[in-house]
């Protein structure tokens, strides 16, 4: 038996071929229940960390999934490969073709998922009552920092009070409890962290502080440049008492921390500094069909093709167990030889 840096035991060799049913796991004993599914790799802001001021050549509208081939996808990792949770990201999925349709399909599933969306918020004050109907269950919004001239050097847009009516109506549609998802800015960063904690405490959102990782389109990304998990709490410490949650963390991405006793908490996920790979529980599926065992991972699986040259759902289905099968045991950022992948993170999803 060997054993990886993260403590993770390797069950079998890894020439053994994948289970044909039961979880969808890997060598390593995990069991992905968790979904994230790319919808577009579209989006109307131009994050630093994350595109070019000028954006991207966007995939072609032929290599995206047809809303039924996504619904089937989704459809065979839930009822087949016991997916209970599934969230739809993008790029931005809210430009994404009929959303509230894919979401509607989702819910109708037995068992029914859990079901999430990842946003960046515009639009949200329009179609929150919508999705909530369609039956979207949780929302996170995307904001690195209420001020409002940062926001615009950061996303280069002005764009802040739309995403700002989008967090209110989407706690107004009961879409709760709401999350805010913020990458901080390496230099004014620290000041939005204590910004957004309060801001998020006064209108009854959960704040969820994220690494910046090496995903931009650039391949400009610098451990040195990046604020890291340690940095962040012990500038949030300054002015809030922070003490761990009691509640066991288990495979969730955040650890969370109670802010002055609670109820309120702040979550800091520390994918660069303090990996969580061992409790990783998640399968990707980009817009174009491709699965993904891992965030970074520089295979990948095709199932659009396997769909559209006529494969039945049982093929589907072992190509997908084959792809997770292989999965690594961690994301390998911290290995000197490690490679970003080539895919920026609006083409792989959130």
Known sequence: MTVTDLGLPSLVRPTTPAPADGPLIDTYG????????????????????????????????????????????VRIAVTRLGITRVRFTGGEPLVAKRLEDIIAATAALAPRPEIALTTNGI????????????????????????DRERFIHITRR??????????????????????????????TGIDDAVALLRFCIEHDYQLRIIEQMPLDAGHAWSRGAALSADEILAALQQHFTLTPDPKPRGSAPAELWLVDGGPATVGVIASVSHAFCSACDRTRLT????????LFSREETDLRGLMRSGADDDAVEAAWRAAMWAKPAGHGI?????????RPMSAIGG
Request: charged share 30%; glycine share 6%.
């Open 158 to 187: 002005d764009r802040l009070a739309d995403v700002l009516a989008g967090l209110a109506a989407a706690h107004e549609a009961g879409l709760r409890p709401v999350k805010v998802n913020a990458v901080l800015d390496p230099t």
């Open 334 to 342: 911290n290995d000197p030889d490690f490679v970003q992948p080539d």
């Open 287 to 294: 817009a174009d069909g491709q699965v993904r065992s891992c």
């Open 123 to 146: 639009g949200l004050d329009r179609r929150a009552a919508g999705l909530k109907q369609a039956g979207l269950d949780r929302i996170n919004v995307s904001l690195d920092t209420v």
């Open 30 to 73: 995990r069991a992905a229940t968790d979904l994230r599914v790319s919808l577009t790799d579209r989006c109307n802001l131009r994050c630093t960390y994350c595109m070019p001021a000028e954006g991207l050549d966007w995939m072609r509208g032929e290599e995206l999934l047809t809303v039924e081939e996504l619904t089937r996808l």
